[in-house]
């Protein structure tokens, strides 16, 4: 999609629900509902940010947005850095994004740089996976294959 900055990520949940059984807490519980992605990219160009609000783009290259645009459900991975050289890998499994808002500005006396941001609503899939994360170094075999397709469960071992 482009070079990240940086990705703020906010999971929602139904918050911790108390039940209460002889007069005291007896469990607590709290459920994912959904979360909301904003990505900061070096850049957006217009093919790609058409591609993920679902807009079309003509022959010449010019991007249309229509009221009946509908974005597709995309999967996204990228890495972060940890200490130790290591780094988190991560794979959100599905992710509707909304159309950015637009600032342009004037050239001034020094650059000044505008990169895009763009936000969307993630949500579980039918299996009620919602995110894979993996934290290795970069030669680890899972991390060096981490971005060739998206990571599905396997065999799943629990410590």
Do not use: C
Not at 116 to 121: A, K, L, M
Request: charged letters at 30%; glycine letters at 6%; a negative charge.
């Amino acid at each position: 999609m482009a070079k990240a900055i940086k990705a703020d990520i906010n999971v929602k949940t139904t918050g911790q629900n108390a039940l209460y059984a002889d007069d005291g807490i007896d469990a607590v519980e709290e459920e994912f509902v959904s979360f909301e992605m904003k990505l900061n990219v070096n850049d957006l160009t217009p093919q790609i940010r058409a591609q993920l609000l679902g807009q079309r783009v003509d022959s010449d290259g010019v991007v249309y947005s229509n009221i009946a645009d509908d974005p597709p459900y995309y999967a996204i991975g990228f890495r972060a850095r940890k200490r130790g050289r290591t780094y988190i890998y991560l794979w959100y499994y599905r992710v509707k994004f909304s159309v950015p808002p637009e600032s342009f500005e004037t050239k001034g006396e020094s650059i000044n740089y505008k990169t895009p941001e763009i936000t969307g609503t993630g949500m579980k899939r039918q299996d009620d996976n919602w995110k894979a994360d993996y934290t290795a170094h970069e030669t680890d075999p899972v991390a060096a294959a981490w971005f060739d397709e998206v990571r599905e469960p396997g065999t799943i071992v629990t410590a």
